[in-house]
């Protein structure tokens, strides 16, 4: 077992976090025990962060107490992860949009009560604003939108702390199928430079994730 970032491991080569909810699996993931501690095995296949670390990304940024908003949580499956990482001092506040992914989050944030989950745009801050009683570390937006950069940065602006970090997953067929990947990523983080943060590190997310790339900034 080896460590990449706090409390984020690689066992066998499979990438894995501490499992907050011993002897549950929601997702039909392994479970493995080490130690005496059971890990959760993270499928990069099907989570964005995941793949980003998977794909060597520099810096993970939430680690035990971060606090954080997640703007297209689902169903809650990168959440989980993250949940095991931020444990009983950190909190994630997860928005969603769609009655069905929202119907399906339930049953994942009843026995994780470090994740808020909230049913709403996240282009209406407004609605909201109310229920995130708190700055935040990160903000992390994975909602494939057209407008997904604007979403985010607007977002950051309204809840991240001073140097706070984003973490952001660009679905670049959302903003343009008729340019490269690559091109389009680029774009998207100019507007992120353009907003006033400092680019840490970026990845495309191919073979895990076909056209998409994943974006970590910090503000200020
Ligand atoms: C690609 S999925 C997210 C997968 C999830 N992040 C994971 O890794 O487990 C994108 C989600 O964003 C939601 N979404 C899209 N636009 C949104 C918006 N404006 N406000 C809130 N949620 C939105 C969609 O309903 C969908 O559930």
Known sequence: MKQI???IYSINNKLATVN????????????????GKEF??????????????VKGIKEFPIKEGSVILYLGIA???TASYLSDIIGSTGMLYGVEFSDRCFNDLLPVVEKRSNILPILADARMIEDYKNTVIEKVDVVYCDIAQRDQ?????RNCKEFLKPKGYL??????QSIDVTRSSKE????????????????IDWKMLEP???KHGFVLAKMG
């Open 5 to 7: 970032f706090p409390g």
């Open 20 to 35: 907050s909810t011993p002897g549950l699996k929601i997702f039909g993931e392994f479970l493995i025990t080490v130690e």
């Open 40 to 53: 959760r095995q993270w499928d990069p296949n099907r989570s964005k962060a995941g793949a980003a670390i």
């Open 75 to 77: 169903h809650g499956f």
């Open 149 to 153: 950069t604007e979403i985010a940065i």
């Open 167 to 172: 973490m952001l997953a660009i679905k670049t």
């Open 184 to 199: 389009v990523v680029k774009e998207e983080i100019e507007k992120v430079v353009q907003a006033g943060f400092k680019i």
């Open 208 to 210: 895990f994730e076909d």
